[in-house]
């Protein structure tokens, strides 16, 4: 069992940044990749970033060059650093990872981009 805990939501101005941390713990030696996911109201589930075990990321390219994923395999932890966020942006991220006993989600935190 792995247990996510999401933190750094919040409201932030157009064009501002915002940084995402999620921190694993439990059967953290599990964890293979780690995501981020975002849900915007009356829309499905996206994928926006994911890292695998080795580093090796992609984004969706409605976030590309705007969005970092980046983790810290010690300390089972998974950022995303958001910038120039604009309204689009507006959603409840999830963190998600992979591990060998199943895949595992935060409980999502809102991200509000509104002035």
């Known amino acids: 069992q792995v247990q996510l805990v999401e933190s750094g939501g919040g409201l932030v101005q157009p064009g501002g940044s915002l940084t995402l941390s999620c921190a694993a713990s439990?059967?953290?030696?599990?964890?293979?990749?780690m995501a981020w996911y975002r849900q915007a109201p009356g829309k499905q589930r996206e994928l926006v970033a994911h890292?695998?075990?080795?580093?090796?990321?992609s984004y969706a390219d409605s976030v590309k060059a705007r969005f970092t994923i980046s983790r810290d395999k010690a300390k089972a932890t998974v950022s995303l650093q958001m910038n120039s966020l604009n309204p689009e942006d507006t959603a409840v991220y999830y963190c998600?990872?992979?591990?060998?006993?199943?895949?595992?989600w935060g409980q999502g935190i809102p991200v509000t981009v509104s002035s």
């Open positions: 890292i695998t075990s080795s580093g090796s990321t």
């Open positions: 439990g059967s953290i030696f599990s964890i293979n990749n």
């Open positions: 998600m990872v992979s591990s060998t006993s199943g895949p595992y």
